[in-house]
């Protein structure tokens, strides 16, 4: 039996069998899986206590066990704890927290955009408290995904995907500019959105994380914006700008911006890291879009950013 078999009895009996002794209430009827993908597994259960959810990953997102409890303790409040993890086989069990900050939201495209800026200055005062932490995450197992080395990582995937042409140079000069800008590498959850926050600015889903450039998550995050509620460019600057309001004492506004640029470019390396990573274990099938998503980020390099 491979450790992320989803489908197979033995494994669902082993994972069926943790949530009974680690919940916090007795299950009201059976466990179900609510969302199943070649990189992880989602189950669910009714107890007295309310719903509890269970997430597996794969082995090369498996951080996501130790990082989660890390967090609840540098950041409480901020983030959703878990109520017990196994760090060895990528198992966490969460309490249910009602709708994420998408369902919840009503069909008002300003409240929306108000949101969205609130979510990103939260996320922003996240990485700057949890900042200090940088060399502590990656020794949980969290990848290293700061600018210096990041030419190395692009090395190794273009290996991989020798169909991709990229300027290796260009490349490592604006990774050479973004580590110089004094920003601290931070967490970069590179699947920032409004789907994995719940109301009240509480984050979570760290199966993508990494330890980078923080600018980094506005890659996914004003994309996301772009094609859930299609921001005009303006909006766009709005909602950077409101990220950024954390960062004013780091360095002027021109040079921010500058590096939000330059991190949404860059950070299309550890995106498509963070995808080799999901599918490289994967024991069920893989769509054809999630198993070329490498190649596509690669390819983005050049692309212009969201701003």
């Known amino acids: 039996m491979r450790a992320n078999d989803w489908h197979d009895p033995r494994w669902q009996a082993q994972a069926h069998a943790w949530m009974r002794e680690r919940l916090d209430a007795p299950v009201d009827g059976e466990i179900e899986e609510t969302r199943v993908r070649p990189w992880s597994v989602t189950l669910w259960a009714r107890t007295a206590a309310g719903v509890r959810w269970f997430k597996a990953n794969t082995p090369g997102c498996a951080y996501e066990a130790s990082l989660a409890p890390a967090l609840a303790t ?29 369902e919840a939201l009503p069909d008002d495209r300003e409240a929306r955009l108000r949101a969205w800026a609130e979510m990103l200055r939260a996320y922003a005062e996240l990485q700057r408290a949890v900042a200090p932490r940088a060399a502590e995450m990656v020794a949980l197992g969290v990848p290293d995904m700061r600018p210096a080395g990041l030419p190395a990582v692009l090395g190794t995937l273009l290996a991989e995907n020798p169909e991709v042409s990229v300027d290796v140079d260009a490349y490592a000069r604006w990774c050479a500019e973004l580590a110089a800008d004094g920003v601290p590498a931070s ?38 914006a772009q094609a859930f509620f299609a921001t005009t460019p303006q909006e766009l600057a709005v909602l950077r700008d409101a990220y950024l309001e954390a960062w004013s004492d ?51 390099i050049p692309s212009p950013t969201p701003l």
């Open 250 to 300: 780091v360095a002027p506004p021109a040079v921010l911006r500058r590096s939000v640029t330059l991190a949404c470019r860059v950070g299309r390396v550890p995106k498509a890291a963070a995808w080799r990573r999901a599918v490289h274990d994967a024991t069920l099938p893989v769509d054809e879009d999630f198993r070329t998503a490498a190649a596509y980020y690669l390819a983005e």
């Open 74 to 102: 540098w950041a409480p409040g901020a983030v959703v704890p878990p109520l017990a993890v196994d760090e060895a086989r990528g198992w966490l069990l969460t309490a249910d927290c009602g709708p994420t900050l998408r």
């Open 187 to 224: 967490l970069q959850h590179d699947d920032l959105h409004d789907d994995n926050v719940f109301p009240g600015n509480r984050f979570f889903d760290w199966g993508d994380a990494s330890v980078g450039h923080p600018f980094g998550c506005l890659l996914v995050a004003l994309g996301s």
